[in-house]
């Protein structure tokens, strides 16, 4: 087995992450004293589950939902109109776990598996379920704004790919010498990866190409994960994934 392949067990971690585990309650000795930033870094205790194949039930559980009873998806996806006009604030959260297609549930449900089991188990489960619902959620948001501001009140975007694209940087952040087998035989390093999809991203986003396809939620997706180590753990994205260490 190659070293630096996704199918590693043994994978490595950042080490400000990892040295985060070792950190309790305690080296705080009072909570009020906390300041801002050791709030937002006060580590969780680390927990190894199942919080990946937990969320790919939950989309398809939904997708199943909202295959019989079509109401389910205008109530679920995320219509800046709705939001802004008929006040369903749950939208910007809810989008991420309702589905178009078939196809378009077992692709994203496929990254989130190869990606978002081995991420999970370098931060932890509870750790990455802030990481995967938050950059999610905020991917929601930017593109709730930018939809509004652009007047497509009457857009609707579902679909996981926002978090699932955050769920690739971290993978690349946290193995920044991985390598990933496209089609299974053509080994690309992981931050070459990254790097590939945030330029295909952003060029379709720029020349309007790609259909109904939701580049600019991509996009966030990426940059709120870009911002999530660096506020969280401490650690910088980009010195990782350009050095390799």
């Known amino acids: 087995m190659d070293p ?12 400000a992450i990892r040295a985060a585990r070792l ?3 305690d080296d ?22 199942n919080v990946t194949l937990i969320l790919i039930g939950v989309n398809a559980l939904v ?20 939001v802004l006009r008929l006040g369903w604030i749950w939208q910007p959260f809810t989008y991420m776990f309702v589905h178009a297609s078939l196809s378009h549930l ?20 509870r750790e990455f379920a802030l990481f995967y619902l938050l950059t999610g959620t905020l991917a929601g948001l930017f593109s709730l704004a930018a939809f509004a501001l652009g007047g497509a009140l ?38 070459l990866l990254v790097a590939g999809y945030t330029a295909i991203e952003l060029g379709s986003q720029l020349l309007g190409a790609g259909g109904n396809i939701a580049h600019l939620t991509h996009l966030a997706g990426f940059a709120f994960a870009a911002l999530y180590f660096p506020v969280r753990h401490g650690v910088n994205p980009i010195k990782r994934l350009a050095s390799g260490r």
């Open 154 to 191: 009457g857009v609707r975007l579902v679909g996981a790919s926002g978090a699932v694209y955050a769920v690739l940087l971290a993978f690349a952040v946290i193995n920044p010498r991985a390598r990933i087998f496209i089609w299974g035989i053509l080994p690309v390093p992981a931050p």
């Open 63 to 82: 997708f199943a939902l909202t295959s019989v009873f079509r109401d389910a998806f205008v109530y679920l996806a995320l219509i800046p109109g709705a």
């Open 23 to 25: 950190a309790t309650a």
């Open 28 to 49: 705080f000795s009072y909570i009020n004293s906390m300041t801002f930033l050791q709030r937002i870094r006060k580590p969780f205790r680390f927990t190894s589950g």
């Open 4 to 15: 630096d392949s996704i199918d590693n067990p043994r994978i490595r971690q950042v080490p």
């Open 106 to 125: 077992f692709f994203n449900m496929l990254g989130l598996f190869f990606f978002g089991t081995a991420v999970e188990r370098s931060l932890g489960s």
